[in-house]
Each structure stands twice: as C-alpha cells, then as structure tokens.
C-alpha cells in the first residue's frame, strides 16, 4: 500500500496536532450548547473518531451516507441521501463533520437539506479544503488543512474504496490511476 503513496502530504503526528487544536476550538464554542455532530460516511470516521474525543464538551453524534450522480464537467450536484440521521436536530446546534470539500457539490446540498430541518445552528468541519477545485460557493466554518489540487488518499480518503486506513493523507502515485 505504502509503495503507490508519492509523497506524505500530512503525517501522522501533524494530524493529531491540529485535530486537538480544532476540538479545543469546538469545545470553547460550543460549551453550554447542545451539540450534534454528523458525520459523513464513510470518509469522515477516522477524523471524527478522533476530533470528538478531543471536544471536552457532552455530545451526540450520528452519521449520513450520500451519493452523488453524475460527475467532472457534468455533474449536476445532485445528492441522493443512501441513509438518514437516526434523530432529529431541532433542538440541537448541529456540526457535519465532512473529510474533504472538494467542488462543494456535496456540503452545498448537505447543508441546504439540513437547514429546512431547523436546527438551533449550523455549521460545518473539514479535515481537508481545496478551494481551487470549488464549483460552488461554500466554505468550511473549521478547517484542518489547506491543500493543493492533488488527489489525496489516507485517514479515511479513498481511491477505489482503498487506502482509507493508511494514518496519514498522501498523494497516489499516477500509475495507481493509469492502471
Ligand atoms: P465534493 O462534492 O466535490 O466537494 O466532493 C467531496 C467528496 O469527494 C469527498 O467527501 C470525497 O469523498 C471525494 N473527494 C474529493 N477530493 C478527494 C481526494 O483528493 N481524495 C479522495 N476523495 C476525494
Ligand atoms: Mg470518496
């Protein structure tokens, strides 16, 4: 697995570094406040296995799973929703909890679905942003890292399914994708 990764892009150490750093961040905004984190399956668990456990703050947290139609040039930003959240969020400030925002397509549509449901607020984490590739006007509310216009894979990104338990992000060797 290691040998198709080019280069290591964020190491294991930076990620916990600024993971704590960013629960630090949640649990001073969000102290006294009833909070909801969603995860976004399946890319989102690693980092949010991890940032939950440093928000020192009571919470819940639950899981969506989407698929987007269509894809490049042509992508409508279509989302279907394969599974739904187990509870509501009326009550509750709601925090999605997304890996990478890419073209936003798909945060757009997340956030835009959760909104009608009235949460007490709405805002949206990412481990990894790259804004050069961003279709749609959407910004992360927390950020991680900033990243160049690479396809990345590890701690929880995927090519293929594959790779989403190397512990850093990396960017693939070409041949991976010319095979
Ligand atoms: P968006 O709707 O284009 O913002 O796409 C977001 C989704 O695309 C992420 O949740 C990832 O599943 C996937 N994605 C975008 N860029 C990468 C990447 O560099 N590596 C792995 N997956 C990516
Ligand atoms: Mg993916």
């Known amino acids: 697995m290691e040998e198709m990764i080019s280069k290591v892009l964020i190491d294991q150490d930076t990620l916990k570094k600024?993971?704590?750093?960013?629960g630090e961040q949640l649990t001073n905004d969000y102290r006294g406040k009833e909070l909801l984190v969603i995860g976004i399956f399946?890319?989102?668990?690693?980092?949010?296995?991890?940032?939950?456990?440093?928000?020192?703050?009571?919470l819940r947290y639950d899981f969506m799973a989407v698929s987007s139609y269509g894809s490049g040039a042509v992508s409508s930003?279509?989302?279907r929703i394969l599974?739904?959240?187990?509870?509501?969020?009326?009550?509750?400030?709601?925090?999605?909890?997304?890996?990478?925002?890419?073209?936003g397509l798909t945060l757009k549509y997340l956030k835009e679905n959760l909104a009608r449901r009235h949460p007490l607020s709405l805002k949206i984490v990412t481990l990894l942003d790259k804004?050069?590739?961003?279709?749609?006007?959407?910004?992360?509310?927390?950020?991680?890292?900033?990243?160049?216009?690479?396809?990345?894979?590890?701690?929880?990104?995927?090519?293929?399914?594959?790779?989403?338990?190397?512990?850093y992000v990396g960017i693939l060797k070409p041949e991976v994708y010319e095979k």
């Open 42 to 58: 399946k890319g989102a668990v690693p980092f949010l296995a991890d940032l939950i456990r440093e928000i020192k703050i009571p």
């Open 18 to 22: 600024r993971v704590a750093e960013i």
């Open 77 to 79: 930003g279509a989302v």
């Open 83 to 103: 599974k739904d959240l187990d509870t509501t969020v009326e009550d509750s400030h709601v925090l999605i909890v997304e890996d990478i925002v890419d073209t």
């Open 131 to 167: 804004p050069d590739r961003r279709k749609v006007d959407i910004s992360p509310d927390y950020n991680g890292f900033t990243i160049p216009n690479e396809f990345v894979v590890g701690y929880g990104l995927d090519y293929d399914e594959k790779f989403r338990n190397l512990p």
